[in-house]
């Protein structure tokens, strides 16, 4: 080693960048931008200063080997970026972008961009502000806010002067939505602006307030039924079945006077005179004064009109058919009841000789049968009964 330096000094050299070529080979050295903008942040602010202005976020470009890249992805929170503010009097300049890496080993910064940001500073102030809250969302039908109070008046607003200056109060939003009873939560207070916007920038003390809100029933909600009255009568023979209301119920609100009033909502009536079949009438939902609906709807009735069932007896000679040359009959009864079924405007219409009686002999000789009695019906009518159902035929040599 004392009497060759120089070889020494080329073996080590020679050594390095071998080691170096195989690591790079092994696992490539990759240049390449982190996947998020890293925003920037201010430190050592001097006392009696504030910044301003929103810094803008910056672009980082890395370098690192190949296998540590799976772990910079999943640990973009590693990386931050500042500006140090420490001995910065000035109220405008340009700061120089620092980058801090925790966690991730073997990575470079190759490049940030842009390089340098603009710092506004201005006088840190400090200022109180008034506490109002802000119900947020709709109350259930029937419900409506009531007073709201909150354990501050006011809290302090600090930060740059031009941003403290249009704080105009802290807000307390609450959400209220659906609710039926009051509550009193604790809410993060927020600065906001004349025309209700955040202020950014700077911040409140204390950060957050108790706060109440009533919430009250100032009306009831019901279902009603719907209902119509059918003037008049339908034709004669024929009756009302049924009343079809649809939709049949509407959802109402009132006072509590007015809805005890109520058992039902009469639509109008319906004139049915002289009807035969069904009559359809449309309405439109009339409320009492005192009484409202989410919406008004039109309704459809229907009054379903039938005829009036009944039955219709009469008694007919029964005619023998079937009988063979040179033979007469004589028989036991000649008058059969014949009782029919049927509606009783379809049944007035008929006449006697709209039924027929008959007594089938066809194939029969000489001497006493029994014959079933049939009966022909008119269309629209059915038999309910006849008497008698046989009849004895006696035939004999005419």
């Known amino acids: 080693m004392r009497n060759t330096p120089g070889l020494l000094m080329l073996s080590a050299l020679l050594g390095i960048s071998l080691w170096v070529f195989v690591t790079e ?7 390449e931008e982190l996947g998020n903008l890293v925003l920037v942040q201010s430190v050592n602010v001097e006392p009696g200063f504030a910044l301003a202005n929103q810094l803008e976020s910056v672009q980082l470009t890395l370098a690192a080997p190949e296998e540590r890249w799976a772990e910079i992805e999943a640990n973009l929170a590693s990386f931050s970026a500042f500006v140090d503010l420490r001995g910065v009097m000035e109220r405008e300049q340009e700061i120089r972008v620092q980058v801090d890496i925790e966690g991730v080993r073997g990575v470079r910064v190759i490049e940030v961009f842009p390089e340098r940001v603009t710092v506004n500073l201005e006088d840190l102030i400090s200022a109180k502000v008034p506490v109002r809250v802000r119900p947020i969302g709709p109350l259930p039908l029937g419900f409506e806010q009531g007073d709201t109070s909150v354990d501050l008046p006011s809290v302090t607003v600090t930060g740059p002067e031009s941003l403290v200056s249009r704080v105009r109060d802290a807000v307390a939003d609450v959400n209220i939505t659906g609710l039926t009873l009051g509550i009193e939560p604790t809410v993060v207070l927020i600065p906001r602006g004349v025309g209700g916007g955040e202020i950014r920038g700077v911040t409140l003390e204390p950060a957050a307030a108790r706060v109440s809100v009533d919430i009250r029933q100032s009306t009831l909600v019901r279902t009603l039924p719907l209902q119509v009255d ?14 079809v209301v649809s939709p049949s119920t509407i959802t109402v ?7 005890q009033q109520l058992g039902a909502i009469n639509l109008g009536e319906v004139d049915v005179t002289a009807a035969q079949i069904d009559v359809t009438r449309a309405f ?10 989410d919406e008004t709807r039109s309704i459809t009735v229907i009054v379903q009109i039938s005829p009036i069932e009944g039955d219709f007896t009469v008694a007919l000679v029964a005619g023998v058919v079937g009988l063979a ?4 009959t004589a028989l036991d009864t000649e008058t059969i009841e014949v009782t029919l079924t049927g509606s009783l405007p379809l049944l007035s219409q008929f006449i006697a000789g709209d039924v027929a009686v008959t007594l089938d002999v066809t194939g029969l000789g000489v001497g006493i049968h029994d014959i079933a009695v049939e009966v022909t019906v008119p269309e629209g009518a059915a038999l309910q009964s006849l008497h008698p159902e046989t009849v004895s035929v006696t035939l004999i040599i005419e």
């Open 230 to 243: 059918p003037k008049g009568a339908p034709a004669p023979g024929y009756h009302i079945t049924n009343v």
């Open 25 to 31: 080979e092994e696992n490539p050295t990759r240049v």
């Open 325 to 328: 040359n040179g033979l007469a």
């Open 284 to 293: 439109q939902v009339e409320l009492p004064q005192g009484i409202s609906a």
């Open 253 to 259: 609100e009132g006072t509590l006077e007015a809805l």
